[in-house]
């Protein structure tokens, strides 16, 4: 026993100490951290965003040089704080505050006391730096827009937010990171990756030089260029269009999906949001809650479809065999359908098959296909639910998959919504509930880029491809499977040649006929959508939204669109005007119709959207 | 004969000894050098200087080994008293660095006779107890053995080197193995768990604890003579003291509001006060086989105990709280985990936690390491040259270099016990109880286990007069133990 005790000490005291060391070293990873945050501080060297070019290499956003003005919180000495303040022209609450918050975030980590400043403050501020210990310039690169559309696709960048710097480490305090659009989109294409310099310093906090002789110092890589799909001509041209009105024009190229022009109205200029006077900006836009000009219309906005939707409720009739072109229905003024259900109808000639039924727009024809489609199962349940099946063959319903940073599902309704709504079973319903289907009033909602992907199936002769934003990065064409490859409509390709000529037919006889151009078959149909509002929790209807949708020349289409005008009445009223001058000025170039380019840019619907808020009893549809 | 000696000499010691005393220099070096050029002749650096005692410790190592081996024995006492004189010069003679006069200066050169006195000291115990009139278990022969131990200790005190003078508690082990009672170990071990518990919680809660485990000893002890009368006596005086113990927490509640959290404080300290007296009755049966009388316990024995360890809480609570200075205090508060002060008193160990937790697996490389290069962890070529091997060579390199200290330990426990002669054998386990205590308190400093005590880690640290004291304690012993041979 005397002779093993202190074997035993020595033996256990071993142990312990191992253990301990394994404590420190292995288990508890929080010294390894500590450590760095001690010896090493990390300089970074900010690359060159990518710059974004049109569909055409026109540059669109390039960059220009900002400063940013950061604080070491610990390193901080005394300092006359009135000459800071005055260089920089803030006040010294404000100063205070941002130091405060800096200490809290970190006294080690540099933060972001001022950002963005200009050239001639940075030129200023720079001579008299050495004054301020703990304050540092920070040169990153802004965004500098040449041209004054297309906000709404670009997008714009700001500062991060701190749950995303906790989220990816590769951000830090002051970091701009893309926001919305491409720039959201394509942010690890286009920020490049930042140059990391190590520099050892000793206790005292003093640079003793490159940490490791500079081996794990990086050089910062440009991010990549975008050219984007967007023709800027188009774009603006539309921009222009929609001025004073509010709505949204989405325009694809149907042999590719490549979206030809994004717009929204109304919308702003994107230098609003760069640099220093992008918060205020942000705010004034973000505030304003009537027009909102930050909400994208052409890929957010959900209307009713309108009779643009008959095109697809005849295809569907087609596919299921529940109607031929000939068969021809009459129209009295409307389609009834009960003891005092009656779905109105405008006057024209009747009876009509299939082709006139679409070039005039007549809804006691589709009411009869839409029936016999749905009426075609057993239960009105499988109608829908397989009818809702064809619908989503042609994106409607749900997200596109895009490469837009924002959307909308939109609504196709299915059996279990109707189910819900007439409590079935213990109410029975029947498909004649459900006929405002069959003229795109009923409950299904589309966004404008659903309906112009829709009209690019159709042009397409049943296929389409999901619309995208992005054509190359770098220079190098892109090769993404989903962008490349043709999704197919479960319609057979021979029902959309009659389509088509009602379509076109549209244009020859029909409700577009003063919108024909000369020498280019265009392929449309309008649509005038029935819409209400809440206005202090009253149900009102305001005055029908203008719709629609074409596509042109008929065969070999270039460009396939959806114009949406928010309470412009009749579809060819607004929408159908700026639908064939966006496929003139796409196909052409120029615009040969300049009295109807007068009209539309001479007219504002400003007063219309004033109606509902201006507390009087307002009239519609005038 | 030379090269017999030669032959004798125990190269399993000395490898370990260069390996340790390269791996060292190495450390140093790592943790002191600069920009500079690597100039041999800069003296101004401590890794030449370092690098030049080691060379020199080469020439004492052969001086050693070529002086007879009967010489260390003749001349133990002399050299005793001379290292004790040289101790006590100090106060006339002493240079005062950082606050400590325990140097002298010969030039350029200060040599500190604290680190020599640990071999002259482990010399005059062996050579005490060896002796043929020495028996261990006389107390006046204990006196006498503690006397020697004490003497330079106490001359260290003052000047002041606490750190230096608690070494001599080492001789604890070479005293222990040569027959001093189990109950000094007993005391003593159980001095320090009463003194941190004291410091933990205050001297009532230690004191309530001690009274439980003596009445579990007692109930055990009594149940082994008298098997069932008084057992049961003593066990309800037990389980009475346990239920006033209650009773005492009851009445602390102050309202009916508090009676849950109360009832709950209640139970946790039911539960310990269950387990103390187990314990008590545990160590009473342990004791059992061993302690050979069964003879009735000696009921004034344990209130004589009682009394003693109730002086010695308030004592420990007094001492701690009037007699300590406040860095002393903080030390102790510091790893008790009662203060957690990271900026001031507790910087050190927490930048040295910090060196040695960035290290991970493998460390950052030799002469890599941040903390080191930046300079973050004071003192770190002497006592805190730990914290280096941490960062720099990781878990790996710091296991490897614990492993290395406990073989040699191991070693020199093993050649002790080989010897014949005791003289050798009591020196031998004064060596490995120097230099185990070393180890303990400097790796348990730097790894923040123990509180601060600033006593270098033999062969690693910086440091002339620790290298050639650390040198001479470990070659005497290896010529003692080459020289076994010829003892008959």
Redesign the interface.
């Known amino acids: 026993m005397?002779?093993l005790?202190?074997?035993l000490?020595?033996?256990s005291?071993?142990i312990?100490?191992?253990s301990?060391?394994?404590y420190?070293?292995?288990y508890?990873t929080?010294?390894?951290a500590?450590?760095?945050d001690?010896?090493?501080k990390v300089l970074y060297d900010y690359p060159q965003r990518g710059a974004i070019y049109d569909r055409n290499g026109k540059l669109l956003v390039s960059n220009q040089p900002s400063y940013d003005v950061m604080v070491i919180p610990r390193e901080l000495k005394p300092f006359d704080t009135l000459e800071f303040c005055s260089i920089l022209k803030i006040t010294k609450e404000k100063l205070v505050k941002r130091l405060r918050k800096a200490r809290v975030y970190s006294p080690r980590v540099p933060s972001v006391v001022i950002p963005q400043l200009t050239k001639d403050e940075y030129a200023y501020l720079q001579e008299k730096m050495r004054k301020f210990d703990g304050f540092y310039i920070q040169k990153r690169s802004l965004r500098d827009y040449q041209t004054t559309n297309a906000s709404n696709v670009l997008g714009y960048i700001g500062e991060v937010n701190e749950s995303l710097i906790n989220k990816n480490p590769y951000y830090l305090s002051g970091d701009l990171i893309g926001m919305q659009g491409v720039e959201k989109q394509y942010e690890n294409e286009l920020r490049g990756i930042k140059g990391i310099k190590r520099i050892?310093?000793?206790?005292f906090n003093r640079d003793?030089?490159p940490?490791?002789s500079g081996r794990y110092d990086t050089l910062p890589v440009n991010g990549k260029d975008l050219t984007i799909t967007i023709d800027e001509e188009l774009q603006a041209y539309g921009q222009k269009l929609m001025e004073n009105k509010r709505g949204g024009i989405v325009a694809i190229e149907p042999s590719s999906g490549e979206i030809l022009s994004l717009i929204t109205a109304p919308t702003y200029k994107p230098e609003l949001l760069v640099g220093r006077k992008r918060s205020p900006n942000f705010t004034k836009l973000y505030y304003d809650t009537i027009a909102k000009p930050l909400y994208d219309r052409g890929v957010k906005g959900e209307y009713p479809p309108g009779s643009p939707f008959k095109a697809l409720t005849a295809l569907i009739g087609l596919q299921e065999g529940a109607v031929d072109t000939q068969e021809s229905f009459s129209c009295n003024h409307g389609f009834r359908y009960g003891r005092k259900a009656k779905l109105g109808c405008h006057a024209h000639r009747s009876p009509l098959n299939m082709i006139p039924g679409i070039a005039q727009s007549c809804n006691a024809y589709f009411a009869n296909v839409y029936l016999k489609t749905i009426n075609k199962y057993d239960t009105p349940q499988e109608g829908i639910d397989n009818w809702k099946k064809h619908l989503e063959s042609f994106g409607l319903g749900n997200y596109l998959g895009n490469d837009l940073s924002s959307g909308s599902k939109g609504l196709v309704p299915n059996s279990k919504l109707y189910n819900r709504q007439h409590n079935y079973p213990k109410n029975k319903w029947y498909a004649t509930a459900t006929i405002s289907n069959a003229i795109g009033q009923g409950e299904v909602l589309t966004t404008p880029i659903q309906l112009a992907n829709m009209t690019a199936a159709i042009a397409n002769r049943g296929h389409y491809y999901t619309p995208h934003i992005i054509k190359a990065i770098d220079g190098k064409a892109i090769h993404i499977e989903n962008y490349t490859k043709p999704k197919y409509t479960t319609i057979d390709k021979e029902h959309f040649e009659p389509v088509i000529e009602g379509l076109h037919q549209v244009f020859v006889q029909g409700t577009a006929r003063s919108l024909q151009v000369e020498g280019i078959d265009i392929c449309g149909k309008t649509g005038t959508a029935e819409n209400y509002t809440k206005i202090n929790g009253k149900r009102m209807q305001l005055t029908d939204h203008s719709v629609f949708i074409a596509f042109a020349p008929k065969d070999n289409p270039k460009i396939a669109l959806a114009v949406f005008i928010e309470n412009g009445y009749w579809g060819s009223r607004y929408a159908g005007k700026i639908a064939s001058l966006m496929i003139e000025k796409h196909i052409r170039g120029t615009i040969s119709r300049t009295d109807l380019e007068d009209w539309v840019l001479t007219h504002s619907l400003e007063e219309e959207y004033a109606k509902p808020y201006s507390g009087e009893p307002f009239k519609i549809n005038q | 004969m030379a090269k017999s000696a030669v032959g004798a000499i125990d190269w399993i010691t000395v490898f370990l000894f260069l390996v340790l005393v390269g791996f060292g220099w190495g450390n140093i070096y790592s943790a002191s050098y600069g920009?500079e050029v690597f100039s041999i002749t800069d003296f101004s650096k401590v890794y030449i200087k370092q690098g030049a005692w080691i060379l020199l410790s080469i020439i004492l190592i052969i001086i050693t080994q070529a002086i007879e081996a009967k010489f260390y024995e003749r001349f133990a006492g002399l050299i005793f008293v001379i290292s004790v004189l040289s101790l006590i010069g100090l106060f006339v003679f002493g240079k005062n660095v950082n606050g400590a006069t325990s140097w002298y200066a010969f030039g350029p050169i200060g040599l500190q006779p604290s680190e020599f006195a640990k071999a002259a000291t482990a010399l005059a115990l062996a050579k005490f107890l060896s002796d043929m009139q020495t028996n261990i278990k006389l107390i006046n022969h204990q006196l006498r053995a503690f006397l020697i131990i004490a003497l330079p200790a106490l001359v260290i005190v003052p000047q002041p080197d606490p750190g230096s003078a608690l070494v001599y508690a080492a001789f604890f082990?070479p005293l222990?193995?040569e027959?001093l009672a189990a109950s000094y170990l007993i005391i003593g071990v159980s001095a320090a768990i009463l003194f941190i518990l004291t410091l933990l919680t205050g001297p009532y809660y230690v004191l309530i604890g001690a009274l439980l485990f003596m009445v579990g000893l007692l109930i055990m002890k009594s149940a082994s003579v008298q098997k069932e009368r008084k057992s049961k006596l003593y066990l309800s005086i037990g389980l009475v003291m346990v239920f006033l113990l209650l009773i005492y927490f009851l009445i602390r509640i102050p309202s009916v509001i508090e009676i849950l959290g109360g009832l709950y404080t209640s139970i946790k300290v039911l539960i310990l006060a269950i387990f103390i007296t187990a314990l008590g009755v545990f160590t009473g049966l342990l004791s059992q086989g061993r302690s050979l009388e069964r003879r009735k316990p000696r009921y004034s024995m344990f209130l004589l105990a009682i009394l003693v360890i109730t002086g010695f809480c308030f004592s420990v609570n007094y001492i701690f709280n009037n007699v300590f200075e406040q860095r002393h205090r903080d030390r102790f508060n510091i790893v008790l985990g009662k203060e957690v002060d990271t900026k001031g008193i507790g910087y050190n160990t927490n930048q040295s936690?910090?060196?040695?937790?960035?290290?991970?697996?493998s460390g950052k490389g030799w002469k890599?390491g941040?903390?080191t290069?930046?300079?973050?962890v004071p003192e770190q070529h002497t006592d805190y040259i730990f914290s280096t091997v941490?960062?720099e060579w990781?878990?790996l390199g710091?296991?490897l270099i614990?492993?290395l200290?406990?073989g040699l330990?191991?070693r020199l426990?093993y050649l002790a016990?080989r010897q014949k002669n005791q003289f050798s054998r009591v020196y031998g386990?004064s060596v490995?109880?120097i230099l185990?205590t070393h180890?303990?308190v400097n790796?348990?400093m730097v790894?923040?286990?123990l509180p601060t005590i600033g006593i270098p880690l033999p062969f690693f640290s910086y440091g002339g007069s620790g290298l050639w004291g650390f040198t001479l304690l470990l070659f005497i012993f290896i010529k003692l133990d080459a020289n076994r041979v010829n003892e008959w």
Do not use: C, H, P
Request: proline share 0%.
């Open positions: 005397r002779k005790l202190l074997y000490i020595i033996i005291t071993g312990i100490f191992i301990r060391l394994f420190l070293q292995i508890n929080s010294f390894a500590l450590s760095e001690n010896a090493i050892q310093k000793d206790r003793i030089g940490y490791k | 920009d082990f222990y193995r027959g936690e910090i060196a040695i937790g960035s290290g991970s697996w890599e941040t903390q290069k930046g300079g973050f941490g960062e990781g878990f710091a296991s614990i492993i200290f406990m330990l191991i426990l016990e386990y490995v109880g185990f180890f303990v790796v348990g790894t923040g286990l």
